[in-house]
């Protein structure tokens, strides 16, 4: 329900009556004579909104504007950028969607199907190395010549090669630039995928740790040294399953 305010409008008659009054008594033609008689209404306007105030009440079916500010407020929490509590990896984050937008725009932009199918590759092999080091600020180290110097360096070769294409000529310079573009999308291309795999080093070296450390443990127990063979071998000690795979005791 939204408040309105009802103004009286006896303040305003009290006021016509001192005027009106004030010509059958005074002659009017005089400054002093509308002197007082403005002092009057002025008086007479005061006293009528003191013994007839405004009335507020409450009109159905409207919203109050003040409950309009929530909302507002909640969209503005709503803008504004969530933190990690890492300045570092805000910056990452940051640099990340801007990264991804370029991308987008330039595969858009450039009708190559090879160039657009390695630009939606590298968008999401940056998206996964990025996400990787947001989940493992330790590891942030390792990408700074990805962030440094690979991934600004791959959105500006690809904006010449946008801009040359877009040219619709094919002239000695603009036809060898973009082909120098082409063949480097190749090794581009298989420099993310490393650096991705690479992020990963430190979990298969674990793995391989735990696997070697399991393998000695079911040797002790004397669970290990199967070996499987896809022929059937003589001997009394052999066991031949009906698929044809011995199992050597």
Known sequence: MAKHTKQSVIPMYLVGGVWLMGGMFFSLYRVSDYAICGLMSAAAFIAGKALFPDKVYDMPGEPEEKKEEPKEKKKEEKEKPKTTGNAEIDKLIVERDRALSEMRRLNDAIEDAKISDQIDHLEMVTRKIIDHVVEHPKKLSQI??????????????????????????????????????????????????????????????????????????????????????????????????????????
């Not at 573009?181 to 490393?194: C, G, H, L, Q």
């Not at 002790?220 to 005791?249: C, M, P």
Request: without cysteine; hydrophobic residues 30%; glycine residues 10%.
């Open 144 to 249: 700074r010549k990805f962030m440094n110097y690979y991934l600004p360096t791959t959105l500006k070769l690809l904006n010449a090669y946008d801009r040359m294409d877009d040219t619709g000529i094919s002239g000695d310079n603009i036809s060898t630039t973009k082909q120098k573009v082409e063949n480097m999308m190749d090794t581009i291309v298989k420099a993310y995928d490393k650096q991705l795999d690479s992020l990963y080093g430190e979990e298969a070296l674990d793995i391989s740790t735990d696997i070697t450390v399991m393998e000695n443990l079911l040797a002790q127990e004397g669970l290990g040294g199967f070996n499987f063979q896809n022929t059937t071998s003589s001997g009394g000690q052999n066991k031949t399953g009906g698929d044809g795979i011995t199992l050597e005791l």
